[in-house]
């Protein structure tokens, strides 16, 4: 069974820079602010077509700017693509960054339930899963203190707990599990295999070819907005490396 | 271009809470923004009271002693008026602000993104009707009982300036995301309209070619309704009517300019 399904997908910012100059300048000059909005595009994602079955770890992997955090918001439904298909089947929870929609003046445990509700369940959903999801933060004798007084690791912990005591059925991940100390990341890598037993849908997107290559099945290489290359992590990885390698050593002339 | 398509599947999972999941939201979000309004301050009540009082005592000193405005019980007349332009001032001058204060939500999460405006449309709300006892203390004040008719005129009116203060906010909100210099013209656009509206004079006072002017400002109708029920305890279902008008006015830009750049907003917020 399909639970993401790319089909021709393309994705385009216009500069928006130029609206941003204001009101009165992109007025008097209307005429060129509208053949701006259509000629200066920047094309990020470019008919790009891939399919993700239900329990697969498929990790996304390329050079900054390749398009993979727009592809995860193309998953996510966050932005809409200009062309093509975009087709999601289950529930998708982000992953979120460090801190993302939290709310520092409120207490760890209120926290949790505006994370839980944004995140689309109802608040009883929520509150029903209170216990373990402070249990498993580790956080509960400081769960009712205002999140500011937290440390970057403890809230690093309570993020994680949320995203992975709401059941969710696709698990988007970006950039996440670099963060906290090693006990915190043994215990993500622990839940992320129990999500992988349990046949949770999971994409990665990571500079860390070591995470891509213990939690991934399968690998898609993007660059430029475009897929390189898709398959096994250890086929594909090296490719990866030497291709970078290889750009990098050919730079370094120039740049001296 | 073709629209994607989130398929129906992820539809029909939610579908079923769709409406407790809303209003949960909506709760939450207010709660938010009220906790973290407060959390710091030691008066906050009396802060969200204070404002509109030290403005009525200000006005009251200027037009009423000083200019001797010609109106009965002036103190009354302002309190009954400003109370409830505070509520809408303030909504709208934080309008252009509040999806940009929540961009990393935005970027981050998919969810009903006006639930943000919403909430804070409807935090500012419950102020004003927290301060509807202090409106009641001034006109006791003043010699002026409350009225039954109070029991039904406020809930009435309440959701008619919600819709307007929300249908505004929300068109602010949007377009402030690409046109960002619309927050200062909102603050502007908020000196010029508390000076249109009715609140420190009576429209009966002004000359019949600015009665024009006053009769096409979508608020005026608004807080000359509220005076009446404040200060004589009736309103005209006529008054009342056009205040609904506007509602149906402000949230039609509102939503079409929502509905247009919503799908936008994670990109350039």
Redesign the interface.
Known sequence: MTSICFEH?SKW?PR?QS??Y???S?LLNLPATIRSLKRERITVLNEVSFRIRRGETVGLIGPNGAGKSTTL??M?????????????????S?L??LG??F?F??SGA?NI??HG????????EVLSRMDAIIAFSELEPSIHQ?LRTYSSGMIARLGFAIASCLDPEILLIDEILSVGDLAFQLKCNAKIDEFKRKRITMVLVSHSMDHVRRLCDRVIWLEKGRIVGEGEPDTLIPAYEASTRARHAENRPSAA | ???????A??ET??RD?YW??LW??V???T??EM??RY??SALGYVWSVANPLLFAVIYYIVFGQIMKVPIDNYAAFLIAGLMPWQWLANSVIAAPHVFLANA????????PRHVLVVSYVLNEGIHFMLSIPVIGGVLLANGIRPSWSWLFGIPILLVAQFLIVYGIAITLASLNL?????ER?TALFITVLFFLTPITYSSAMAPDSYRTVLFANPVAPLIASWRELFLHGQFSWLVIGSCYLSALGTLLAGTFVYWRMS??F???V
């Open positions: 997908v910012y928006y609206l941003s204001g009101i009165k992109s918001a193309l996510a439904g966050i932005v809409e693509a200009e062309g093509g298909r975009v087709s999601v089947t289950g529930r998708v982000p979120l960054e993302a929609g709310h003046d409120l209120e339930v505006l509700v944004l995140l689309g369940l109802t608040r009883r205002p | 271009m073709q629209a994607p398509s989130i398929s599947a992820q999972i939610t809470v407790e999941h949960d939201l709760v939450i979000l709660q938010k906790k973290s959390k710091n990393t939500l935005i970027k981050k999460v998919r969810f690409f046109f960002r210099d619309l013209l799908p936008k994670a990109e350039v």
